[in-house]
């Protein structure tokens, strides 16, 4: 497991009250879930949830046309990572004008938001040794529960954050609890369509907490692409759409072609109407406290009569049978 490392030019004992830039949703979800929500000066780009973080001053922007396909931004990343170009940039006039005592940031995916190295340059070129690098690199839920603390204790509101994280565990074991004695069909979390690709990192915890038994995704391990071809051999039961970063409307854009591939049309869970679409930018593939809503939603969709009645979803949230 990889260990979460804190980093900056030089550590000293942050303010009472630090004012905080975080460069990634999940982190400025964590950091609102602990009661950091005001002091959070600057977010990324993507930050969009909660309600409150939106109209914050944003420190980041993309290279990467997010609005379009699957296979297209595919080849986006690929094209830009090829030619030794940064996906995404810091807003660094802004993040010199806001002066943040802790940044919060991620090692874990080069594809998902700005670089560490890219954020310890920055630092170090234009505030010196005047605040805090905390560098989140969660590999499975217990990483993300401590990623709680790790930013509580960075902010002076360590012991909050610890009450938050056993709240969040609790509400998981209690899932667990209630799934452990139901059928464990075989579940596909697909996190990316074109190329298809499986979740990994904590997504298989997610599964065996929600009632299924995970195929394809390496716990613990980054997410692999993998082929249609390897799908239909798995055999699953239960598919889960879940591509980062996308919202529901766009993943069900392109689901009907996901539906005429030859070996996605020979899965069990196609023949039995079990392909089930979950809001990918929301869910799943946010190292933060939604993980814990996203395991609920696995359980709602996997075992449906069993918590039908019991764990409410939106059409944003959730779709069954999303082609019809």
Not at 59 to 86: C, F, M, N, W, Y
Request: aromatic share 4%; glycine share 6%.
């Amino acid at each position: 497991m990889t260990s979460p490392r804190m980093t900056s030019p030089r550590m000293t004992s942050p303010r009472t009250s630090p004012r905080i830039a975080s460069l990634l949703p999940s982190a400025t979800e964590i950091c609102f879930a602990i009661g950091l929500g005001d002091q959070v000066v600057g977010v990324s780009h993507e930050c969009d949830f909660p309600a409150g973080a939106s109209g914050r001053p944003v420190l980041t922007r993309s290279s990467i046309d997010s609005k379009a396909s699957s296979s297209e931004i595919d080849h986006q990343v690929k094209q830009l990572l090829t030619e030794g170009l940064s996906l995404y940039d810091i807003e660094e006039d802004t993040l010199r004008e806001l002066a943040p005592d802790v940044i919060v940031t991620q090692a874990t995916c080069e594809v998902c938001a700005v670089s560490l190295s890219d954020v310890e340059a920055a630092t170090c070129r234009l505030l010196g040794s005047e605040a805090h690098i905390v560098s989140l690199e969660p590999m499975g839920l217990d990483d993300v529960i401590e990623d709680h603390l790790r930013v509580g204790r960075a902010a002076g509101v360590e012991e909050h954050a610890r009450q938050v994280g056993a709240d969040l565990r609790r509400r998981l074991d209690a899932l667990a609890a209630r799934t452990a004695d139901l059928e464990r069909p075989r579940v596909l979390v697909l996190e990316w369509l074109d190329p298809p690709m499986v979740g990994g990192h904590w997504t298989p915890e997610l599964i065996r907490i929600a009632g299924g038994e995970p195929v394809l995704g390496h716990h613990q391990q980054p997410t692999q692409a993998t082929t249609w071809e390897a799908i239909a051999a798995a055999e699953p039961e239960v598919v889960l759409v879940a591509p980062c970063g996308f919202r529901m409307e766009q993943s069900l854009r392109e689901l009907p072609a996901v539906f005429e591939d030859p070996d996605f049309q020979r899965l069990p869970a196609v023949a039995s109407h079990r392909v089930v679409a979950i809001d990918g930018n929301a869910y799943f593939n946010r190292p933060g406290p939604r993980l814990v809503r996203s395991a609920e939603l696995a359980a709602l969709a996997i075992h449906p009569q069993a918590f039908g009645h019991e764990i409410e979803a939106s059409a944003d949230e959730l779709r069954f049978d999303p082609v019809g």
